[in-house]
């Protein structure tokens, strides 16, 4: 609640400021989902399906090397569909590491799209 101390040691209330309490609050809610504000919202999607999907293997930052997968920033939408749902690469691609660790991922094949724009 919103008031002032009346000079004499007792508060009062000031009427229709008390929504006001709330303002930083509602603020900084607002303004949580905006530290990617240059993503589209096809792009913010494939961030969030990545996140929820590949950061078990690859770093949180594509462009960095994960534990276990290389840096996937720059994967095209070819390669993405290739490697992520069938667990091969598109013909003339040479991978970053030689490993088999990556099994095709079908629950993010309608996802591909948004991953490939997230990730260019």
């Known amino acids: 609640m919103c008031g002032g101390d009346d000079g004499h040691g007792k508060l009062y209330a000031v009427p229709g400021r008390r ?4 303002l930083p609050l509602i603020l900084v809610a607002a303004l949580a989902g905006c530290g990617d504000s240059g993503l589209s919202p096809e792009a913010q999607r494939g961030k969030n399906v990545y996140l929820s999907q ?3 293997c690859h770093a949180a930052d594509p462009s960095q090397p994960g534990a276990v997968g290389p840096e996937v920033k720059g994967a095209s939408r070819q390669l993405l569909e290739a490697k992520v749902l069938k667990g091969t690469y598109p013909p003339g691609y040479t991978p970053k590491r030689r490993t088999s660790a990556m099994l095709p991922q079908p ?5 591909i799209p948004a991953l490939a724009e997230y990730l260019k």
């Open 19 to 22: 929504h006001l309490t709330f």
């Open 54 to 56: 590949c950061t078990s």
């Open 107 to 111: 629950q993010v094949a309608g996802d």
